[in-house]
């Protein structure tokens, strides 16, 4: 019997995908765990590595299975993996997908290392079955961003709707704001830190939700149907509720799932996203800079 939408199923991912029909899934978000020893409260993350590798293809050719030919499927790693999984899911798997595009969350908060630098990233990657046939919202108001013509030079030519990300290298914000722009392919988002409001507690690998908000927003439509099985802490579901999305989830844990049900039911369609929009808006401001507002605003001052 085919997986009823709007609810987490509660189970293994792969038992559970076995009842999602094929081609019915319209964007897919996975953060599955990196096999590094964290502790979860139902799953060993530390196998070895055939053994994760084999169950990580076996699950990613699932995922090709239920999305649709135009479907998008997101998929976030951690160093270890991200190459074998990257070739296990252009090359390895009965269904190929084609890789649009990969992006890398820079995070603050990471962890203090002594003998190497400190990890403060992760990586995304974006995969798609068809060149010609994905969504790609590359007009939506929420999506786009500032360009560097308007944002730091005030420069009146800037296109007023802002531009989409693309590539660059930075150092974090603070260290050097003349260097970040936020509509890079490295994206800018703390890790939901155990301070933070938007912690749920009950799971210590939570994703921001401005971030899901991004990848929701430029890869799916209102009314389309978000899948994660990975479920979690509820975050890709919780913001594919706010965004007016269909959505579906798996998740190993009872406990997690009760957790995450719970999640669920205190948010309305519409709501709003946890989480600075502009999660640079605290850096410092460019030394020498202006922004394109600041400089319509002394000019109307002026009249």
């Known amino acids: 019997m085919p997986l009823k939408l709007g609810k987490i199923h509660q189970g293994d991912c792969l038992k559970s995908m076995g009842q999602i029909e094929d081609g019915s899934i ?10 590094i020893g964290y502790k979860y409260d139902k799953y060993h993350d530390s196998q070895e590595d055939a053994k994760y590798l084999d169950w990580c293809g076996e699950w990613i050719g699932e995922i090709s299975r239920i999305l649709k030919p135009s479907g998008t499927f997101w998929l976030a790693i951690g160093d270890e993996y991200a190459a074998e999984l990257k070739v296990a899911a252009t090359r390895q798997i009965a269904s190929p997908f084609i890789m649009r595009g990969w992006v890398i969350w820079y995070y603050t908060f990471g962890v203090n290392c002594t003998r190497k630098f400190n990890r403060s990233h992760a990586h995304l990657f974006q995969f798609i079955k068809d060149e010609k046939q994905f969504t790609f919202n590359a007009e939506d108001p929420a999506v786009r961003v500032p360009s560097a013509r308007a944002l730091v030079y005030g420069d009146s030519r800037a296109n007023p709707k802002g531009r989409l990300p693309d590539d660059t290298w930075v150092l974090r914000p603070q260290d050097a704001p003349e260097s970040f722009q936020s509509m890079d392919d490295l ?47 509820g975050t890709t579901l919780a913001v594919a509720k706010k965004l007016g999305r269909e959505f579906l989830g798996t998740e190993l844990s009872a406990d997690y799932a009760k957790y995450a049900t719970q999640r669920l039911k205190g948010i309305k369609v519409g709501d709003p996203l946890d989480g600075p929009a502009d999660p640079a808006s605290s850096s410092p401001n460019t030394a020498n800079g202006v922004t394109l507002e600041a400089r319509n605003r002394r000019k109307a001052a002026a009249k």
């Open 187 to 233: 994206w800018y988002y703390s890790r939901v830190a155990g301070t933070f409001k938007e912690r749920q507690g009950f799971h210590g690998c939570q994703m921001p939700e401005q971030l899901l908000g991004r990848i929701i927003r430029v890869s799916s439509n209102p009314g389309d149907v978000v899948f994660d099985p990975f479920t979690g802490s």
């Open 26 to 35: 319209d964007l897919a978000f996975a953060d599955p765990p990196f096999n």
